[in-house]
């Protein structure tokens, strides 16, 4: 039998994104949210470096609206492999006056990340910050590329960008500047399913239907939780559900779902007509959302 | 799992947009959050089709505008391939946008206005889609609808293509001419009742039909190291990997390579990806290599087969296309990013400028703009291993970065 399992193209663009970085830059990061793109961004940094360790830390920016799952996933994920993790937190930036919290029904934490992604890429001085962001998630992003510099204010100027020819990939910068690093551009949601399913790659259990406390409105089914404000006249009902995306509680709705296993729910995905995104609130605010927190310097 | 990289051609408001935006639709690649948007818009546009365009059309900036001005990329996937369609402006301002979507395609489309038939822009997309040799080119003419589906009209349009093949500089690329309507679907997915004398495929029949084999570019192998890596655990005491992607061909256990520049011979011992041993390594697989012997190779070296070198220069001569702003000047320095290596390099000499519209040639340049195609020889302070464009399509390319903005200013295809 020929053994062909190293020649998904995909998986081997991703390599070697990632050992660009590790020779390209000095201080890398991988942004880790605990969500399944970032579980598999360790997945394909692991293979990329075997047998030594990943070179680099994860870094969370927790906005402490978590799934408490996606956190006792992380620390076990992390504690397994041997990585360092860094965690810096939303609730300090609020605390210091940085940043303020929205108010209202839409309120979200999403969007206050970018000020302490900032003040923790100065911190550490971090010149490259890996994350796992694709370019079939949103209009937006499907200009974005691999390497994607950003100046001293964390800013993406979506007119200026550096043409990418080829594979190769032009890490030059000055000081100050950093870049963000997509390895999974070119992966589509159910690319990154079927890697898991393929991999057996462990994910945190609400990307599984379970029962859930939820909500209704605008559509949509929202977590019934202290972080997510509620109508009274909002009903609380008891659901089969699971995420497609796990963010922040405030912003990641969930789906009506069976699917208890990896298995069915790549079929799910594979059957479903409705995007990703779909499934996240905050970009139901408006079309160019995206577009606006990229300048701002958001992932 | 095939993917094929598909680069688009095409003039403002030939329908590019909308050719990919059915694309999407016909194999139901559209989710029903983006159907709903584009309905939407195109109700309050007041039209009475759906304008698929708003598929692909993304930034706030381009919307105002109306056009696109960059290189988006979308993606499809039918039971048999994923699709990456890298779409790329038109304009003629625009040629280094086109260039970098090509570069890293396999096929291209090129669009034609069945009204307008072949124009100065047309040969442009041509020339750079020779120009960076891609195997499998796609001559759509489309708005047949608007030409009553003519099919004198459609000849008269490919005997002009025709003429124009005659000067191509790459004559084995494979060239395919189908008459479809994007707006009305004609011939895209399905086949149309509108043209009973083309009995050619679809658009997606003849995409879905390519040899992934013929399509990519085999050559001789060459494994640029790209990281060591080193683990010093106790397990891994002695491990010394050569992390890099294999290009042009296979590498197998026991084969004799010569690592580059230092010209050291050894055998290849173990080939992982990840932690499983393989006996070879195909095309394009990001492995790590072993050698039997310890030799000294760092990130920028090349791994060769014995009696397969490239070449090893200080110099070499290459068409390249600008790409920036600030002009390049005979004598000026950048650094050539050749793969995962860099070098500091002196423009030596500017030999010519090429119309990328197969007018001729500027023998007397000294000095090229933002997206010039020129005839260039470049000095380095160190040689690199390079192959000709024609043999290698990875080894016989690179980057130019500016030296002091660190921008890619352009591209490179040596000669
Ligand atoms: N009648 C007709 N109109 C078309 C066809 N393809 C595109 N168009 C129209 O031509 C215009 C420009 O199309 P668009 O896709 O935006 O062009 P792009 O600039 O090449 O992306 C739009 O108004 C389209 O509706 C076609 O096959 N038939």
Redesign the interface.
């Known amino acids: 039998m020929k053994?062909?399992?190293?020649?998904?193209?995909?998986?081997?663009?991703a390599?070697?994104i990632f050992?660009?970085v590790?020779?390209q830059f000095e201080k890398p990061v991988l942004l880790f949210s605990g969500g399944k793109d970032s579980i598999t961004l360790v997945r394909l940094a692991?293979?990329?470096?075997?047998?030594?360790?990943i070179p680099f830390p994860l870094m969370h920016i927790d906005t402490g609206h978590n799934f408490p799952e996606t956190i006792e996933f992380r620390d076990r994920l992390v504690k397994e492999l041997g990585l360092e993790l860094i965690v810096r937190n939303v609730q300090d930036s609020i605390d210091a006056g940085k940043v303020k919290e929205e108010s209202g029904k839409y309120s979200s934490r999403n969007s206050l990340q970018t000020t302490t992604l900032l003040d923790a890429i100065e911190e550490f001085k971090f010149d490259a910050c890996i994350g796992g962001a694709r370019?079939?998630e949103e209009?937006?992003r499907?200009?974005e590329r691999i390497f994607s510099v950003r100046d001293d204010f964390g800013q993406w100027d979506?007119?200026n960008?550096?043409?990418?020819?080829?594979?190769?990939l032009?890490g030059?910068?000055?000081l100050g500047q950093n870049v963000r690093v997509f390895p999974i551009?070119?992966w589509?949601e159910?690319?990154v399913w079927s890697y898991i399913e393929k991999e057996e790659i462990e994910i945190p259990s609400i990307y599984f239907a379970h029962k859930r406390k939820v909500f209704l409105r605008d559509g949509l089914i929202w977590s019934h939780s202290d972080y997510v404000f509620q109508e009274d006249d909002e009903e609380v009902l008891e659901k089969m559900v699971r995420f497609r995306t796990v963010g922040d509680m405030s912003c990641t709705a969930a789906v009506f779902s069976e699917a208890t296993d990896i298995a069915s729910v790549v079929q799910e995905i594979r059957d479903?007509?409705?995007?990703e995104?779909?499934a996240r609130i905050d970009d139901k605010r408006s079309?160019?959302a995206m577009?606006k927190r990229k300048q701002q310097g958001y992932f | 799992m095939e993917v094929l990289k598909i680069a688009t051609a095409g003039s403002v408001d030939d329908g590019k947009s909308t050719l990919i935006g059915r694309l999407l639709y016909d194999t139901k690649s559209l989710t029903t959050d983006k159907l709903e948007a584009i309905e939407k818009t195109s109700k309050q546009k007041g039209y009475d089709y759906l304008d698929f365009s708003l598929a692909t059309d993304g930034l706030v900036a381009e919307r105002e505008q109306g056009i696109t001005i960059d290189v988006a990329h979308i993606y499809f996937s039918t039971a048999k391939k994923s699709y990456i369609i890298a779409d790329t402006p038109g304009h003629v301002e625009y040629t280094r946008n086109m260039v970098t979507g090509a570069s890293t395609s396999q096929a291209a489309i090129i669009l034609i206005d069945a009204r307008k038939g072949v124009i100065e822009q047309t040969n442009r997309h041509f020339f750079i889609n020779n120009l960076l040799r891609i195997k499998e080119v796609v001559v759509a003419v489309n708005k047949m609808d608007l030409v009553d589906f003519s099919e004198e009209k459609y000849n008269a349009i490919k005997s002009d293509f025709q003429t124009l093949m005659g000067k191509r500089d790459y004559q084995d690329q494979r060239i395919t001419f189908i008459p479809v309507s994007a707006l009305k679907g004609d011939n895209v997915v399905n086949k149309s009742n509108n043209t009973p004398w083309y009995t050619g495929e679809t658009l997606l029949e003849h995409l879905e039909a390519l040899d992934m084999a013929a399509v990519s570019n085999v050559g001789t192998p060459r494994f640029p190291v790209q990281y060591v890596i080193r683990p010093k655990t106790e397990e891994f005491h002695d491990f010394r990997g050569f992390a890099g992607k294999v290009y042009g061909g296979e590498l197998s256990v026991g084969d004799e390579v010569v690592a580059l520049p230092s010209q050291t011979k050894s055998r290849i011992k173990d080939i992982f990806f990840y932690d499983k041993k393989f006996q070879t390594a195909s095309r394009r697989s990001s492995v790590t290599i072993t050698l039997e012997d310890e030799i000294n190779v760092s990130r920028g070296d090349m791994l060769v087969k014995v009696g397969d070198l490239p070449t090893i220069e200080k110099e070499f001569t290459a068409t390249i296309s600008w790409m920036d702003s600030q002009q390049l000047n005979a004598g000026s320095k950048y650094v050539v990013q050749h793969g995962v290596n860099k070098v500091l390099a002196k423009v030596e000499k500017i030999h010519h400028k090429i119309h990328p519209d197969y007018s001729g040639i500027d023998e007397d340049t000294s000095a090229l703009g933002m997206n010039d195609i020129a005839q260039v020889t470049f000095k380095l302070n160190k040689p690199i291993f390079y192959d000709k464009f024609k043999n290698h399509r990875t080894n016989g390319s690179f980057i130019l970065l500016d030296t002091q903005s660190n921008n890619t200013v352009g591209a490179g295809f040596i000669s």
Not at chain 1, 3 to 13: C, K, M, Q, R, V
Not at chain 1, 161 to 168: I, K, T, V
Not at chain 1, 272 to 275: H, N
């Open positions: 053994d062909t399992s190293h020649i998904n193209p995909l998986e081997n663009e390599i070697y050992r660009e590790a020779a692991q293979k990329a470096f075997w047998p030594a360790k370019r079939d209009k937006a499907a200009k979506e007119r960008q550096r043409p990418e020819l080829f594979d190769m032009n030059q910068i000055e551009s070119n589509t159910l690319d479903s007509t409705i995007s995104r779909g079309e160019a577009e």
